[in-house]
């Protein structure tokens, strides 16, 4: 699978759109981008993913480039509950048998009032 | 059920040990992956269960460790001889097919060896 590089940490003001990188460079044709978040002391929580077009979901929306080696995961409205670490994973072939998801270090991000 | 559910929630044991850890999985859901957390640490992945194929323990950090799946639904994750090191959340996710709509996870024991 191919290796993701995203901030260590941002912060964002409660209202406002919350957007979170994430590079993918060596990311291949049939690996597909995914985006989990994992809140303080909750299991991680399935937010959105995408292959090659940009897609939303009543949580958020996820851009892809066309090139797809970078995406970004859009929270239109950041709320308090929005503060999490958020995971960007670009995972092998769904066809694949090695389909299990490798966690990376996340973004850490930060809701302010 | 309506969600991936993980029992004990907290578990304290003492070191030498051994612990059951138990994950029911959604109804329905054909894959179901370990992972274990320790404190202010990312997620490690342990193992994976994908229908009747055989799993994928490649994750398991010692043979101390060893998972079952049976009739296909519930899992047990065992730890022999507990060590302090043992000590993190572990996670239990399930998904359908081979996940291709992200897993779901559950709320995760909480292991403490003293």
């Known amino acids: 699978d191919a290796k993701t590089t995203q901030p260590t940490s941002m912060d964002c003001a409660e209202g406002r759109a919350a957007n979170l990188p994430c590079n993918h460079s060596t990311i291949s044709g049939n690996e597909y981008v995914y985006w989990y978040r994992q809140i303080h002391s909750q299991g991680p929580q399935y937010i959105i993913h995408g292959l090659k077009n940009n897609e939303t979901n009543e949580m958020a929306s996820l851009i892809i480039t066309e090139d797809r080696k970078s995406s970004t995961l859009i929270l239109p409205h950041a709320t308090l509950r929005d503060t999490a670490v958020y995971y960007c994973?670009?995972?092998?072939?769904?066809?694949?048998?090695?389909?299990?998801?490798?966690f990376g270090s996340g973004t850490r991000l930060s809701i302010r009032p | 059920g309506a969600g991936v559910s993980q029992s004990p929630s907290n578990k304290v044991t003492e070191k030498g040990k051994d612990v059951e850890l138990r994950c029911d999985p959604i109804?329905?859901?054909?894959?179901l992956y370990w992972y274990r957390q320790s404190l202010g640490q990312g997620l490690e992945f342990l193992i994976y269960?994908?229908?009747?194929?055989?799993?994928?323990k490649s994750g398991l950090p010692s043979d101390r460790f060893s998972a079952e799946r049976t009739g296909g639904s519930v899992s047990t994750l065992t730890i022999q001889r507990t060590q302090q090191e043992d000590s993190a959340v572990y996670l239990c996710?399930?998904?359908?097919?081979?996940?291709?709509?992200?897993?779901?996870f559950g709320s995760g024991t909480r292991l403490t060896v003293v």
């Open positions: 994973i670009v995972r092998g072939s769904l066809y694949s048998s090695a389909s299990k998801i490798i």
């Open positions: 996710a399930s998904s359908t097919d081979r996940g291709r709509s992200g897993y779901t």
């Open positions: 269960f994908q229908g009747n194929s055989a799993p994928d």
């Open positions: 109804s329905g859901h054909t894959a």
